[in-house]
């Protein structure tokens, strides 16, 4: 077995625990539908199962290589890239006016959270192409989205983003490449970026590079940085290929994992290039990039932990050893051995909390495109992103690394799989801003100086609390009023400090960060369980059970520990300061 | 940098923390002393720093192939190996009656913990060694002793431990391995073996290798196997080398991590062999080689673990980005962000926590070599043992883990080392013993049905919490007291449903042993702090000042879930009842 799509568990996510209907043949999904909704999830699930997950394992053991300027990708991508364009995946949730397909950002990452279950290495790439088609459509002039908005929704070029420097990683203030006027309008750049996604290969015809520079006389820190065009190939106003423009990869990285996926140092050597949006104003662009990748990060964590789930859980009822307590049985399937099920239980919980967390932001980005309450909806989505991307991706490495666990010594040996993605999940806490940086994006800018993102998800916990919910469930209700109160609170000491002291606001972050992403998945699960509940009598019952049971194990092992959040939140920079930690 | 010898944490740990006076110029160890002590651990740190780290990554790419039945190992280890016996450290704590210093185990340990931390591929050889050196000492003859023994300890030969079948992993009772006698004492073994550490290599003139096989009409299960010494080359009795026996390395694991160490599948067809201890006794014999190496394993990720926080820690010194909050400082050494320093402070906390818990486990071992108090320190061995074990290398697992994350995209390239150390730690939870075993045996034979161990534990924290303790710990002695309720709260608990609900009992077993290795550590990290405060006016005042704050960090971030973890232990096996988490 390598992956299966999720198809069942994600279906109940979009269903019973966030909801998708308000989209369906709304004004601004005109012609979105269940219907449409099952056959492109059908669809998706297909091209995951039987086109990306057999390249994982083949392309993590060949990587990609280096011959001059080429990037030679892993055998089987290029024909895989093809097929991928052709289905019109890249152009899921893009402008129907340059060839998109309009639909719902909860779809498309409901297909992307199986593209990176089956081979995140290879959905880097149209992760990367995304990006680049909602920067140029938002911040493009009305020419440059005509030129390359078709080719890159239709897949025959692809995007990079090349943020990243040797000096300049979290912290784009100190980026140096230079972009020099050529007087007609274009600019030269000239730099070195690193750690660039897909940054070159040659499965598309072009590659879009966005790129983010300095123009002179810029001013200093992240005012002084503007967005550029730069593609591989110049393309003239008809979109023809011309001549190879100078920027190229001079280096590959040896990575942990995503080995198939080429890490690409470029060099930008007075490289042709066109301004996206206004002078200086990169950092905005940037941004709108920054929050789509993000959320499309944390679904790299869940689609990773559910694939790592699901081989540990195949292998627990294939493997047999030992007499279990269970059943009874001798050489029984190590499933039945409470510790290893235990452990399998939790993964899953979390992958579906995760699940939920992502599909609910991106639900929060759907509801501002249908204009429904569209400010609530934008604050809420800007205070989940970060959570999603870390949350999500935190979770991502404890489940690769539990799901080695669950196969003993197997899970050491590369052969068995599970070590890929305990390998390949490592890299989703650290880009698109580390999970350090999400966490200061969180307890800053989004929890603002009222808090108000935050208060309002607190009055939809409360509402659901309040509403009438089966009474096999006051238990978890009672928990969950718990955890409620520990987010509260956490989030009133750390409006109160924000000003005072903002060390001890920073020590927090992280934890405050976990203890949302623990009571947010908590209250979809409690939510998800309901649902299974009221559909016991006339649905899979085994099934829906199973979705009662891993809420529970949630809340017994995970949201049980939102008053000790709150301990170490109010502990703040205290033992931290003055600490040297001086190596000798 | 790559390694620095821990030596003023591992001394504070040995003087402050656990205590090793009482073994100074005892009967038991009548030439040991401070002086003695200091002149073992600093030369042990040269070899780690001086020797084995500089071989650390070398090794990690050259790895070890097999040509035709021999392995090659990576450059530089052959002669590290020669080294190494030379310096004598096969034989620190061995018995001086066959070469050895017969010195605490304490000390051997803490030497183990430098040479794991430098490199823990190239330390499991005489790890395994040792192992075997114990299991002859406990159960051969006298003869069996006087030829393999000196050998073993000057590091002529080496040994190793063949437990594992395909079918029989975590579970012994299915092994099928057979040894027939010979008719004059000796017997010929047949079967396949998986997971031998470094089962074959030219790096000593002999390999011995302990085997467990089944004689024929053995009971079924595990009182049917006994444990049998089967050479390399065999050995006439004055210990000549003879003929190569017809045991031998058919194939080699490709591995996630310790790839300088040779994990073999070896093949016996009919290879002479020898029985060590009685027919059928091979399990008793077998444990003693595994308490040995369980604790051996808890130092791999205490050793493992403060390596990885030493890398990182030196880069978050020397990388600087960004303004700092802390110092007001731009471009500053990211260690100056506080949520950088809190996964610092978190790392190195639980590193100190896990060394102390695992020194405590020595000490104990020590303690009865004494004879003082023999059974009750008996007990607190065997108690300990599985909690040294797994706590530990959870701990080096997330602390390595928390390394790649502090390196941010530099901690996913290869080259910088810290993705080393997060693959290499991923063995140590799962050989020797799962955790999920580990926890097994804590809550059955080690907790009892009286909990007495348990109970001594208690007592030993409530007395250090009644004894003189300075006022500015008021708070953490509450934390403690309150963890140390906890702690009571669950064992109760499981003693009460013991009999009753032993599926709730093995579902628990994890967190429970969580909880305990939480509680040990905060009480040793607390009384570490005590020290450190008392010595505040003579001593090193930064560093002293340091061990409060780790301390005190611990409290915050892991201590504080105490609570938590019995709301988990109570929720038992509930949730994973009829849990069926089929795959479709």
Redesign the interface.
């Given at each position: 077995?390598t992956y299966?799509p999720s198809l069942?568990d994600i279906t109940f996510c979009l269903d019973h625990v966030i909801g998708m209907s308000a989209s369906y043949n709304s004004p601004a999904f005109p012609d979105f539908d269940s219907g449409l909704r099952d056959a492109v999830l059908d669809a998706a699930g297909q091209l995951a199962g039987d086109v990306l997950a057999p390249l994982n394992r083949a392309g993590d053991l060949a990587g990609t290589r280096l011959e001059g300027d080429q990037v030679v990708i892993a055998p089987g991508f290029l024909e895989a890239i093809k097929t991928y364009a052709e289905g019109g995946w890249y152009g899921l949730a893009a402008d129907p006016a340059y060839g998109g397909q309009g639909l719902p950002k909860m779809l498309e990452q409901a297909c992307f959270d199986m593209f990176h279950g089956a081979n995140m290495a290879f959905t880097l790439l149209p992760t990367l192409s995304q990006g680049a088609i909602e920067a140029i459509h938002a911040h493009g002039t009305q020419a440059q989205k005509d030129l390359f908005l078709p080719k890159l929704i239709a897949g025959e070029w692809s995007g990079t983003m090349n943020l990243?420097e040797p000096?300049?990683?979290?912290?784009l203030?100190?980026l140096t490449t230079r972009a020099e006027p050529n007087g007609d309008g274009t600019f030269r750049i000239t730099g070195q970026k690193?750690?660039i996604t897909w940054g070159e290969h040659d499965g598309t015809e072009n590659i879009v590079h966005l790129v983010l520079a300095r123009l002179p006389d810029a001013p200093k820190g992240t005012r002084g940085i503007s967005l550029f065009l730069c593609p591989k190939f110049l393309v003239d106003t008809e979109g023809s290929i011309g001549a190879r423009n100078t920027v190229k990869c001079v280096g590959l990285?040896?990575?942990?994992?995503i080995h198939a996926s080429p890490t690409c140092v470029m060099s930008f050597e007075a490289a042709q290039a066109e301004l996206i949006g206004p002078p200086n104003g990169g950092l905005a662009a940037m941004f709108t990039m920054m929050n789509a990748a993000r959320l499309a990060v944390g679904f790299e964590g869940v689609g990773l932990a559910d694939a790592a789930w699901?081989k540990a859980?195949?292998y627990a009822?294939e493997r047999r050893?030992?007499k279990s307590?269970?059943t009874g049985q001798d050489?029984a399937p190590i499933?039945d051995?409470?510790?290893?099920?235990?452990?399998?239980?939790v993964m899953?919980a979390k992958v579906e909390a995760a699940r939920a967390i992502c599909m609910l932001t991106a639900s929060a980005i759907d509801a501002v495109k249908r204009g429904e309450d569209a400010e609530r909806h934008k604050r809420r989505e800007d205070f989940l992103v970060p959570i999603a991307k870390a949350w999500s991706t935190d979770r991502g490495?404890e489940v690769a690394?539990a799901g080695?666990?669950v196969h003993?010594?197997m899970?050491?040996?590369?052969?068995t799989g599970a070590?890929q993605y305990?390998?390949d999940a490592?890299?989703a806490?650290?880009?698109e801003g580390?999970?350090?940086i999400q966490?200061?994006d969180l307890v800053g800018r989004k929890l603002g100086h009222d808090g108000t993102a935050a208060k309002e998800l607190a009055d939809d916990i409360k509402a659901f609390l309040n509403s009438d919910l089966p009474a096999n469930f006051k238990a978890e209700c009672e928990a969950l009023k718990s955890a409620l109160a520990a987010f509260t609170t956490a989030t009133d000491h750390l409006l109160a400090q924000k000003a005072a002291a903002?060390?001890d606001v920073?020590?927090a972050?992280?934890?405050y960060l976990t203890l949302c992403g623990d009571l947010i998945g908590g209250w979809l699960l409690l939510k998800g369980a309901v649902a299974a509940h009221n559909q016991l009598e006339t649905g899979d019952k085994?099934?829906l059970?199973?979705r009662i049971?891993?809420m529970?194990?949630f809340y017994?092992?995970v949201l049980?520990?939102a008053?000790?959040h709150v301990?170490?939140i109010k502990?703040g920079?205290?033992?931290?300061d003055?600490?040297?930690?001086?190596?000798?």
């Open positions: 077995m299966r069942k990243t000096g300049a990683g979290s912290d203030a100190a690193i750690f990285e040896h990575k942990l994992g699901q859980q195949n009822l050893q030992g307590l269970i050489y499933y051995h409470p510790d290893v099920r235990l452990m399998l239980a899953k490495v690394s080695v666990q003993g010594g899970g050491f040996i590369e052969e070590a305990y390998r490592r890299i806490p650290i880009y580390t999970n350090g966490a200061a903002p060390l920073a020590a972050a992280t934890t085994i099934w059970t199973d049971k891993l529970r194990v017994a092992h049980s520990h008053s000790a301990a170490a502990s920079y205290g033992a931290l003055d600490l040297t930690l001086n190596l000798d």
